[in-house]
Antibody
């Protein structure tokens, strides 16, 4: 039972990156899914969330207009399209399966570094 | 979307109880019974300890308990053990399909 993130890496400011998350040993189609990030040495920050049927989507103010969350239940997968990246987007990004309005199962994270 | 307010650190001796507060507003903590708590050890993924203010997922010891009064939620760890040493984060659902975390509290077992 795990969530596996991919797509992180080093990118220049202003560029784009797409994160993916694939579920293994569990299905995600009945649950909200989220992205949560942690800046090195700092706390956790909720980034984006999507309901099970994509009817509800939310983004933190810090990424609104730049990031877009989506899901493909047929592929048991979650995505985060990150555009106009800034240096303060540098963080470890976790894919998280929701349980009611909490974050139940976490991936190990994928690191994103935004630097010139 | 301002972060919830938590103390930077709390400490206690083995066997004692510690309580971590988490203060928000009527738009998050005070407006919904959707407060959750997470234990985060370095190098590991965070673990859900409490959801819906007071509920414990299976496998979480009953030494961990949650409560809420007004705009402030609390996590109490009773019978403190060395393995409880970690960072703890509160989180609340907020207006408009948003979530907000607290800044985190470092628990030290003396």
């Amino acid at each position: 039972v795990q969530l596996v993130e991919s797509g992180g890496g080093l990118v220049q400011p202003g560029r784009s990156l797409r994160l993916s998350c694939t579920a293994s040993g569990l299905t995600i189609d009945d649950n909200a899914m989220h992205w949560v990030r942690q800046v090195p040495g700092n706390g956790l920050e909720w980034v984006s969330g999507v309901s099970w049927n994509s009817a509800n989507i939310g983004h933190a103010d810090s990424v609104k207009g730049r990031f877009s969350i989506s899901r493909d239940n047929a592929k048991n997968s979650l995505y985060l399209q990150m555009n106009s990246l800034r240096e303060d987007d540098t963080a470890l990004y976790f894919c998280v399966k929701g349980r009611r309005d909490a974050f139940e199962i976490w991936g190990q994270g994928t690191a994103v570094t935004v630097s010139s | 979307q301002s972060a919830l307010t938590q103390p930077r650190s709390v400490s206690g001796s083995p066997g004692q109880s510690v309580t971590i507060s988490c203060t928000g507003t009527h738009s998050d903590v005070g407006g919904y019974n959707y407060v959750s708590w997470y234990q985060h050890r370095p190098g590991k993924a965070p673990q859900l300890m409490i959801y819906d203010v007071t509920e414990r997922p299976s496998g979480v010891p009953d030494r961990f308990s949650g409560s809420k009064s007004g705009n402030t939620a609390s996590l109490t760890i009773s019978g403190l053990q060395s393995q409880d040493e970690a960072d703890y984060y509160c989180c609340s659902y907020a207006d408009g399909y948003n979530w907000v975390f607290g800044g985190g509290t470092k628990v030290t077992v003396l």
